[in-house]
């Protein structure tokens, strides 16, 4: 939409019309269109830095106290952690949460042998840096190898290795994911230190 397109109008009660936000109608019929506990949960899957219950309420249009019974749901789901700031309970999307939505669209976008595929090369690169560096780990590589410049080989490397190992993580959560769809049990995901062993995953 342009800077000049006018905003809606509606009818008045003198028969003119009222000129209204085009912000406002859209707010206006989310609201009318959605529930309270779709709007918080619509909020908080774009909430990566922690935020009060109050902050949350005033982006999805709802009371505080709609807003933290909706997010201790959300809580319990494992879709929500918390922290605290002094006596304020702050909420974000948890890692899980957004791990298992990536997984999800990797398994939109790949086949499980493709996933599996691809889980297979990632493993041979971090083989090849743990032979090549002989470090375990990138944060290893950085402290034995003092990596400070992200511009030099050294730099690039790491930052490949983090994100190969990221995505390692991600693929085989997705791979987890198809197999309990198939099978309606989750088996988990590869535990064989390829990907350094680690189950949180920065996204």
Known sequence: MSDDTPPPEHSS????TEHRDVNAVVVEEWVDETTPFERVH??????YDSESATQIADRAHVSPTTARKHLRTLVDAGEVTTSQDGQTTQYRRSETAIV?????????????AEIASGIA???SKIHEWREEYGVDSPEEFARELDVDDADSDY???LTEWQTTRRNLALAQAALAIGEARRSGHLTGTDTDNDGDGGTSVIV
């Open 155 to 157: 730099g690039a490397a």
């Open 100 to 112: 298992t939505e990536h997984a999800q669209s990797l398994l939109a976008e790949r086949t499980p």
């Open 13 to 16: 009660q003198d028969g003119g």
């Open 121 to 123: 090369n990632m493993k």
């Open 42 to 47: 619509e909020i908080i899957r774009r909430t």
